[in-house]
């Protein structure tokens, strides 16, 4: 075994020579930054920011005077332990390194768990930021589905309201047109009264109380009927002004049951629905046209409009019915009068019994023949309400068939088409039964008025009784008068 270097040999061991050397070059220790940056991952800052605080370097110094003449001994420590024993780190390093260490370790996991709080107090309050405008927003679609709840009942109510006061209107104009065109017949009855007395001969061509009340009666029945057909056109413009105001309503509810499912479905939405997808950009769309003012305005204004509209209806019926009130009276005492003179002037002749009791037989006859008409009639309706009660039992038991068995298939429309068919049968039957009636009644008066006319009858007021009063034996009664068939 060889040993590299001796003790012999070691310049430690030799006695202490003053070399001129007092001691090793000053070693500059860096100033480490012990600081945490967050920016750093933990622990990489500090890889090569540390340095020994200790270097060993070899001096170049000049050998002590003795050693420089004389012969060089060999070396203590060959030149590859040297070197390594040069770049050893002292204790202090070690421990300053050590410190370091723990110092980055610590300030690591001190900024890992601060950041860790931090999240979890940003997801709970981002939690609960989202919560809470999600149940605002719910909140919000709830107070807006009642808003437009309350709204489309306030536009329901209105709109019934409308519809019944048109269909009142409706029923106001059909009358005023019907009792238009029901004084045609008087009128016409009073212009051919006029002139077959112009054909009266001798002494009896008179202008007489007849002939004048004959003259204030077509009058009258002319003044009448253009009075009710200018108030007819009048309700027509109205009526249209209201089915305006009817559209407008009709309009806004439809808009609004739109929206309302629009907004419920909205409402009913969850975070675990199925029809939920990301739409991006739809919150930098604008598509408002209205705000909450001018939303609940347009609605009030529609309702605002109808209630005028109705107003205004309300006031043509009273006007109507004052009028039919007015003219009805008017007409019936120039009818009246007319009579009275005709009867004072039939009451002079007594030579026409024989043409009235034919007359009177002619009644008799029709008045059996509307009994009978009467009975077969009233038969007919009792017969067609078997039927009736059938389909509509049928369509009732239908409407409780399941989901998509509703169908509206060939039985449920030849159903409905029965239905109607007989109902429409039905309301020609009861509207003939009623004219039938009506027709009886006035024979039975006929009859009674014959019967007391042919004792004062004379045969010189043929052309008054057999042609003015034959047609004159009814004038429209007061429910005809005002319109009603």
């Known amino acids: 075994m060889e040993f590299l270097g001796t003790t012999q040999t070691a310049s430690y061991c030799g006695p202490k020579k003053c070399c001129g050397l007092t ?31 200790l270097f060993y370097k070899i001096a170049n110094v000049q050998t002590c005077p003795d050693e420089s003449t004389s012969t060089l001994r060999p070396p203590t420590i060959l030149p590859a332990l040297r070197s390594a024993l040069f770049s050893r780190y002292s204790p202090h390093d070690w421990d300053q390194s050590n410190q370091l260490q723990v110092r980055g370790a610590e300030a690591s996991r001190l900024w890992a768990s601060r950041l860790t709080d931090a999240s979890m107090r940003l997801l709970q309050d981002r939690d609960q930021l989202t919560h809470q405008m999600q149940e605002g927003t719910s909140r919000n679609l709830g107070q807006r589905l009642s808003d437009i709840g309350f709204w489309k009942s306030e536009l ?22 019907c009792a238009a065109n ?4 008087p009128l016409q009855v009073a212009l051919e009264c006029l002139y077959h007395r112009e054909k009266r001969i001798g002494i009896d061509l008179v202008h007489d109380n007849v002939e004048k009340n004959l003259i204030r009666e077509v009058d009258l029945l002319k003044c009448c009927q253009e009075q009710m057909r200018k108030l007819a056109q009048i309700i027509d413009i109205q009526m249209r002004d209201n089915r305006d105001a ?102 002079e002749v007594t030579d026409v019994k024989n043409k009235l009791q034919t007359q009177l037989a002619k009644t008799l006859q029709e008045i059996f023949q509307a009994e009978n008409t009467i009975m077969l009639l009233e038969r007919s309706i009792i017969a067609k309400e078997g039927p009736l009660k059938v389909a509509q039992t049928r369509l009732e038991c239908r409407t409780r068939r399941p989901n998509m068995e509703l169908c509206r298939d060939i039985p449920q429309f ?29 024979l039975v008066m006929t009859k009674c008025r014959l019967e007391h006319e042919l004792a004062i009858k004379a045969n010189t007021l043929c052309i008054d009784k057999e042609k003015c009063m034959g047609m004159r034996k009814t004038f429209p009664c007061t429910p005809r008068l005002v319109g009603y068939t």
């Open 23 to 53: 001691s090793l070059p000053a070693v500059q220790v860096p100033v480490t930054q012990e600081c945490y940056q967050p920016y750093y991952l933990p622990g990489y800052r500090y890889l090569n920011s540390w340095r020994p605080s």
């Open 182 to 185: 029901e004084v045609n017949c």
């Open 246 to 347: 009817q559209h407008a309503l009709e309009r806004d509810l439809e808009d609004k049951s739109s929206a309302q499912c629009i907004d419920e479905k909205c409402f009913n939405l969850r975070n675990t629905s199925d029809c939920i997808s990301f739409f991006h950009g739809m919150e930098k769309i604008d598509g408002t046209i209205s705000v909450p003012e001018t939303w609940a305005k347009f609605s009030n204004d529609n309702i605002k409009h109808s209630q005028n509209m109705r107003a205004n209806s309300v006031r043509l019926r009273e006007e109507a019915e004052h009028l039919f009130e007015t003219l009805s009276d008017q007409m019936w005492g120039q009818f009246t009068d007319t009579n009275l003179a005709f009867n004072a002037r039939i009451s």
């Open 414 to 442: 030849k159903l409905v088409n029965e239905v109607f068919t007989i109902d429409d049968t039905l309301q020609t039957l009861k509207l003939r039964l009623r004219e039938t009636q009506d027709t009886l009644q006035l």
């Open 156 to 177: 329901s109510y209105e709109l019934d309201r409308l519809l019944t006061e048109n269909q009142n209107l409706d029923t106001v104009k059909r009358r005023l047109e």
